[in-house]
């Protein structure tokens, strides 16, 4: 797979589409015990919790490679299998084996459960009890799946992931503003930190720093930094002075 995926025609494609991905996991078992046999594989040749452990590890891993580094869609199809849950309603799980079933969800931007209503097939990106779904970046609820017939064109995946596209866009015009604001008060507040040797400088960073026009999580994220920055230095917090102090061996 990771030799084919580096192929000449592979690079020409946009989409990837494993068919399916539980017989991709199931490959990528067979794969962790040849690789590792001595950790991943019991004396059953059954594969081991570890080795499990590695599967969900590699999974996420080409996923990630695909979909970021050779900058793909990558599509993952999968049966579903009903089983009950705690108070015995009928769920559909994935159909695959192990533990992979959960981790495989994580990298994805968002999943959705195919099924026949009536005539009509439609994919629904929420969750319902009946099945676990996953929607982001303004797709979620139900859809429509069009039947195509030999003059129609087959664009319904294309429209979906241009939507979420033109969505994270839109988003990320939104956000940049704020965004720019973050960026100037963690620079601002790491200048403040990387400059400090004294206590006295510690105490007087634990005043500035919350001033600074700050955005998003930048506050919460800079006074961590600055607590990190006088552990380092061996400051210790006095509470009753409410200054740092250096630290008592």
Request: glycine residues 6%; negative net charge.
């Amino acid at each position: 797979v990771l030799s084919d995926v580096e192929s000449p025609e592979i690079k020409e494609c946009e989409t990837i589409i494993i068919d399916t991905g539980g017989s991709f996991v199931s490959y990528l078992q067979d794969w962790a015990m040849r690789d590792n046999p001595a950790v991943n594989r019991q004396k059953n040749g059954a594969i081991s919790l570890k080795g499990f452990g590695a599967v969900k590890q590699e999974f996420q891993r080409f996923t990630n490679y695909v979909r970021d580094v050779m900058n793909k869609n990558v599509i993952y199809v999968f049966h579903s299998d009903e089983q009950k849950d705690k108070d015995g309603n009928p769920q559909q799980r994935l159909l695959c084996e192990g533990a992979a079933r959960n981790i495989v969800w994580q990298p994805c931007d968002f999943g959705g459960y195919v099924q026949m209503i009536g005539t009509t097939r439609v994919v629904t990106f929420t969750p319902t009890q009946e099945f676990f779904a996953k929607g982001c970046y303004g797709i979620e609820g139900q859809f429509t799946v069009p039947t195509v017939g030999p003059a129609d064109k087959n664009d319904f995946l294309t429209n979906l992931f241009e939507k979420a596209r033109a969505n994270i866009a839109a988003e990320a015009e939104e956000f940049a503003p704020v965004k720019e604001q973050y960026d100037k008060a963690m620079s601002d507040a790491r200048a403040i930190i990387d400059a400090i040797t004294t206590a006295d400088e510690t105490t007087a960073a634990v005043e500035s720093i919350p001033k600074l026009d700050h955005a998003l999580t930048s506050k919460k994220e800079a006074s961590a930094l600055l607590a990190a920055k006088a552990t380092e230095l061996g400051f210790a917090f006095d509470k009753k002075t409410k200054k740092y102090q250096e630290a008592q061996g």
